[in-house]
């Protein structure tokens, strides 16, 4: 568990957020903080912080950028390395928005100190006026970019099986709270793609489901989950992936639906998202009929369908634009497109100091209008100044409760009966097979805290191909859909929570109650166990 340097008050946050409910009266159980307050507790929750607040101090700070600091304000810059003097040398030499961290610039096991010093040298980088934005690709799951350094969180469709609304925002915010003790203020997340199922390459278990209006009321939780736990999250990839089955980091997938046939389907989370105060949409590498060899974060009528369809007046950010999806270029001209197009912030150009200098001189020949990028960088600005004070209002606020029985809980609402039932018999001992060595020695040392034997008795697979009494998944849950086993499960990670969760459920201990999020076939074999 990562030791917290900033931890903001949860419980009460949380019941504030929720239920409108007081904590005064003396600390609660862990039962109690789950089940959520009584009605007699009732009390106004407070007024969220918003970009809109700020809008005026981002008008002032923008007025004095000259062009250099305008060009750059609307780039979000990523380096080679694990040293933090480069991103800060970086910051301030082409006076970015702010960078993001990736695994590569952290060690092979990095812990909370080295990210916190890493964050805190970054954040210090420029001091004038505009925040320094420090994001972070975390959204659970199989896309953890801080492994050993965060809380080990699953992915979202995890989070849809548990059935449980206010579950889902607890979980977030403690997420949240987690990546702002550590120093970012950005979570690239939640995804608000709806899966197609086997077929979805890339983005599959990061879902919350096969349903979009089910998706949508999971994504609009999770969003209220980090403006409460104070980072700025990012609604992605629009117009949408999860049905599309090329890679966007490979190359250009090409939706064969333009965005006014998605309207109904895939649009529906994004919907949510911005209903539910989402501060910034990312625009996904997707190529739509009319411009298939565009994608949409290069194509102005995919801005501007979310801009006039969607209602959005937040930040529109790229997905990174040093993917094989996009046409790159050493002078930066994917960032000058980008933001022509309709970007607020470029994401991960593949020269930040290229990308700035590019943008400046599209402002000297008109390719960019000064006028349209101070509109952009007000945006920008607005939103870090708004992180930067919900930040600095729960860095006041105490310490929290522990997070972890909160993500005790959504690992055991969350584990789903794939075939067999809902309650298994119990043994007292296991032998595991198939999967990686890992994964088998992380199961078994959840079994053994649960109290359970290892090395023989019931036989349980961590892989689909090996013959087994008992199949247990730790990914999207059709990996599991061709195990001979009679009874399999899945519990969408393999992170210590969701494998204790398990093996609580193979001692007999704990009766699943996951709902499964997405159909395919072969999914009519799941019981309903909600």
């Known amino acids: 568990m990562p030791t917290r340097t900033r931890i903001a008050a949860l419980t009460t946050a949380l019941a504030l957020l929720l239920t409108g409910c007081s904590g005064a009266g003396g600390a609660e159980s862990d039962s109690q903080t789950q089940a959520g307050p009584t009605s007699s507790d009732a009390a106004p929750s407070p007024t969220p912080i918003t970009p809109a607040d700020y809008a005026e101090e981002a008008a002032t700070i923008v007025g004095d950028f000259t062009e250099d600091e305008l060009a750059g304000s609307l780039i979000i810059g990523t380096w080679a390395g694990t040293e933090a003097q480069t991103a800060v040398d970086m910051v301030n030499k082409s006076s970015l928005g702010g960078v993001i961290v990736m695994a590569d610039n952290l060690t092979e096991t990095p812990t909370p100190k080295e990210v916190t010093a890493l964050t805190k040298a970054v954040a210090g980088a420029r001091t004038k006026g505009q925040p320094v934005s420090i994001g972070i690709d975390q959204e659970g799951g199989p896309v953890s970019r801080l492994s050993t350094a965060a809380l ?268 067999g039932e809902c309650a298994y018999p119990g043994t007292q001992a296991i032998s595991i097979v198939g999967g990686s060595e890992k994964e088998k020695a992380a199961l078994a040392k959840a079994a053994e805290k649960a109290g359970l034997r290892v090395g023989s008795g019931t036989t349980v697979s961590l892989s689909p191909g090996t013959s087994a009494e008992v199949a247990v998944g730790t990914a999207a849950p059709w990996t599991m859909r061709s195990s001979p086993a009679q009874t399999a499960v899945t519990a969408y990670d393999s992170n210590p929570y969701a494998l204790e969760a398990v093996a609580k459920w193979l001692k007999g201990d704990l009766t699943a109650t996951g709902t499964l999020p997405v159909e395919y076939e072969g999914s009519d074999k799941a019981p309903d166990c909600g």
Request: charged residues 20%; proline residues 6%; glycine residues 8%.
């Open 152 to 419: 080990p969180f699953p992915p979202l469709m995890a989070l849809a099986a548990t059935d449980d609304p206010n579950l889902r925002t607890q979980a977030t915010t403690v997420q949240a709270q987690n990546l702002a003790d550590l120093g970012f203020t950005i979570d690239f997340a939640p995804d608000s793609d709806v899966t197609i199922g086997p077929k979805d390459v890339a983005i599959n278990v990061r879902s919350a489901g096969g349903d979009p209006q089910a998706v949508a009321e999971v994504v609009a939780q999770a969003v209220d989950g980090y403006q409460a736990g104070g980072v700025a999250s990012s609604a992605k990839h629009f117009p949408g992936h999860g049905r599309l089955t090329v890679d966007s980091h490979e190359a250009l997938p090409v939706s064969t639906k333009s965005i006014d046939e998605l309207e109904d389907s895939d649009l529906v989370p994004f919907k949510s998202a911005v209903k539910a105060g989402v501060p910034m949409v990312m625009m996904g590498h997707i190529g739509l009929p009319d411009a298939k060899t565009t994608p949409a974060s290069l194509n102005e009528k995919a801005y501007s369908a979310l801009r006039d369809k969607l209602d959005f007046d937040g930040v529109i950010v790229t997905d990174a634009l040093n993917m094989k999806a996009v046409t790159q270029s050493a002078k930066g001209s994917e960032t000058v497109a980008a933001l022509a197009a309709g970007a607020d912030l470029a994401l991960m150009p593949p020269d930040a100091a290229a990308a700035q200098q590019a943008v400046v001189a599209a402002l000297g020949d008109g390719t960019l209008k000064k006028d349209d990028l101070v509109e952009k960088a007000k945006r920008v600005v607005a939103m870090q100044l708004a992180t930067a004070a919900k930040q600095k209002q729960d860095g006041a606020a105490g310490e929290s409760a522990d997070p972890a029985p909160v993500l005790t809980e959504v690992a055991e609402k969350s584990v789903t009966v794939l075939k």
